[in-house]
C-alpha cells in the first residue's frame, strides 16, 4: 500500500506570494491533518480535516488555510507569505479521528523556502 | 492545558551501550502520550503509545517507554544502540480528543558512535 504522499517536496516563493500545498493520504484513510515544523518552534498542528470537514484548527493565523476533497486529498495555502513561514510542512493521514486509536502515518514534507 | 518536555536536546551514545530519552509531561486529562522517530529527511514513524493499559510500552525496533504518572515521566528506552537508531526522537501528549490535538516535544536528536 503507498504512503502518504506531499507534493512538491520542495518549493522557493517570495515574500507577499501565495502558495498550494497537497497531500494525498494512505488509501482508505480518512483523516488527514497538517503540521508545521522550524527549528524554533518544533512540529506544531496546524489543522486536521476529516470526511471534508475541517474538525480542529491549532493556533495560527488566517493566512493558512485548508481544505478536503472527496477522495480524501488535502490542500493547505498560505496567502501572503513571510519569512518566517519557512518551514517542513508535514501532512499526516489516518483512518480515523482519535489519535488512541488509529495511528498517523506521516509524509515526508514539504520544504518551503521563503526568501 | 497539555505540556510536553524533553529534558535532552541532544543525546549521544556508543553502539551496543543503552540509550534514555528523557519526557516529562504535564496534562489536566489522563492522557495519551506517543514517542515518534524522525530520520532525516523522512517522515515522522510512530515508536509506540500509551493510552492508559499496561504502563509499560513496547514499541517497534526493540525500543520501550514506561508510564510514570507520580513522576508525570515517559521516558524511552533500548537496551543496545544500533547505528540505525541515530535520529531525532519526539515526545508527543495528546488529550484524547481530536487527533489533531497532539502537542509536540522540541524533540532529541540521538547520536550513536561505533
Known amino acids: 500500500k503507498a504512503g502518504v504522499t506531499q507534493t512538491p517536496r520542495y518549493l522557493i516563493k517570495t515574500r507577499g506570494q501565495q502558495v498550494t500545498l497537497s497531500c494525498s493520504p494512505i488509501s482508505g484513510h480518512r483523516s488527514v491533518s497538517w503540521y508545521q515544523q522550524t527549528p524554533g518552534q518544533g512540529l506544531q498542528f496546524l489543522f486536521e480535516?476529516?470526511?471534508?470537514?475541517?474538525?480542529n484548527k491549532g493556533n495560527f493565523p488566517g493566512r493558512f488555510s485548508g481544505r478536503q476533497f472527496s477522495n480524501s486529498r488535502s490542500e493547505m495555502n498560505v496567502s501572503t507569505l513571510e519569512l518566517g513561514d519557512s518551514a517542513l510542512y508535514l501532512c499526516?493521514?489516518?483512518?480515523?479521528?482519535?489519535?488512541?486509536?488509529?495511528?498517523?502515518?506521516f509524509g515526508p514534507g514539504t520544504r518551503l523556502t521563503v526568501t | 492545558a497539555q505540556s510536553v518536555t524533553q529534558l535532552d536536546s541532544h543525546v549521544s551514545v556508543s553502539e551496543g551501550t543503552p540509550v534514555l530519552l528523557r519526557c516529562n509531561y504535564s496534562?489536566?486529562?489522563?492522557?495519551?502520550l506517543f514517542w515518534y522517530v524522525q530520520h532525516p529527511n523522512k517522515g515522522l514513524q510512530l515508536l509506540l503509545k500509551?493510552?492508559?493499559?499496561?504502563?509499560l510500552v513496547k514499541g517497534i525496533n526493540g525500543f520501550e517507554a514506561e508510564f510514570k504518572k507520580s513522576e508525570t515521566s515517559f521516558h524511552l528506552t533500548k537496551p543496545s544502540a544500533h547505528m540505525s537508531d541515530a535520529a531525532e526522537y519526539f515526545c508527543v501528549v495528546s488529550d484524547g480528543g481530536s487527533q489533531g490535538n497532539l502537542i509536540f516535544g522540541k524533540g532529541t536528536k540521538l547520536s550513536v558512535k561505533p
Open positions: 496534562s489536566s486529562y489522563s492522557p495519551s
Open positions: 500509551y493510552t492508559s493499559a499496561a504502563t
Open positions: 480535516y476529516f470526511s471534508e470537514t475541517q474538525r
Open positions: 499526516a493521514s489516518s483512518l480515523g479521528l482519535a489519535p488512541t486509536s488509529y495511528e498517523q502515518y
